[in-house]
């Protein structure tokens, strides 16, 4: 028979073993390095000097087309069936494990009733690249001094600057900051640094550090037709930069029809409602 005291221990060993576990769940891996001593592969700086190019016209409505929202930003696997085995994802430890740590909401591994996704948990903005991995439309208004990129999901708005440079020292925001430039009459670059660190590249829950710096590439491939070619630069969870990319159709269909902003409450209804009667295990939505 065992003592009390044994009793009393093995008591406690289960109370606080789930709380423990919970705990290990909820810290998720971080970068092992002070980011801020890493440089970028890629120049921070815009071409000195600037192209010569006239300005294509980006007017009008952009809905994703050929290819779809995708569910990965890696141009290898935009389906997110190679999780965490993309060919053209160079991951550095900490980052391939984190997002393997994940559960994405939507996409071949879904686990929405788990879901570790800041976005639906705390309405964290979608931020660079994920974006576009909704079925929302996006709109340009362009000035000589500034392009501003309108997104229907949010709404969300970016502050593109033309002919600038990035700040030495920019504080991390949530889409950063961001400058600008056109080359060869037909493509607008976007090229942007000083995000924090909060939001998923995707919906696979690709993570960035505060070391980011996101390229995109608008090419204007014909009347009807904008391609988009991104570049993720980030030497704090990545060793080398890689490739996204996305393409979109003119639309027809008018601009904020329908207001999608992130609700959380709406959310926690949507699981109570559709998700929770056919989950019996465990969830993330408390």
Excluded at 2 to 24: G, K, Y
Excluded at 67 to 72: A, D, L, T
Excluded at 76 to 85: I, S, T, Y
Aim: net charge negative; hydrophobic share 35%; aromatic share 10%.
């Amino acid at each position: 028979m065992r003592p009390p005291w044994m009793r009393i221990v093995l008591l406690a060993s289960m109370v606080a073993l789930p709380i423990l576990l919970e705990a290990q769940a909820a810290d998720p891996p971080k970068p092992p390095m002070d980011v801020y001593t890493l440089k970028n592969f890629l120049p921070t700086a815009p071409p000195s000097p600037l192209p010569a190019s006239s300005v294509p016209d980006l007017s009008g409505d952009w809905a994703l087309g050929l290819g779809g929202i995708g569910q990965s930003l890696s141009a290898a696997d935009p389906a997110g069936r190679m999780r965490g085995k993309e060919p053209d994802i160079p991951y550095q430890p900490w980052a391939l494990e984190y997002t393997m740590k994940q559960f994405p909401p939507t996409g071949p591994d879904a686990a929405f009733e788990r879901t570790t996704d800041p976005n639906i948990h705390t309405c964290e903005p979608l931020g660079l690249g994920r974006i576009y991995m909704y079925p929302a439309k996006t709109k340009f208004v362009q000035t000589p001094a500034v392009v501003y990129i309108l997104h229907e999901l949010g709404p969300a708005f970016r502050i593109v600057w033309l002919n600038a440079r990035h700040p030495e020292d920019p504080d991390p925001q949530y889409w950063g900051h961001s400058i600008g430039w056109y080359e060869n009459g037909d493509t607008l670059v976007v090229d942007t640094v000083g995000v924090n660190d909060r939001s998923w590249l995707d919906q696979l829950g690709h993570p960035h550090t505060e070391r980011l710096h996101f390229i995109e590439r608008y090419k204007k491939t014909d009347a009807n037709t904008l391609s988009l070619d991104m570049t993720v630069d980030d030497p704090g969870a990545y060793t080398a930069p890689w490739p996204g990319k996305r393409n979109f159709t003119k639309s027809a269909t008018g601009f904020m029809r329908y207001m999608w902003v992130c609700s959380v409450r709406d959310n926690y209804e949507h699981y109570d409602k559709v998700g929770k009667s056919g989950n019996p295990g465990a969830t993330s939505f408390k």
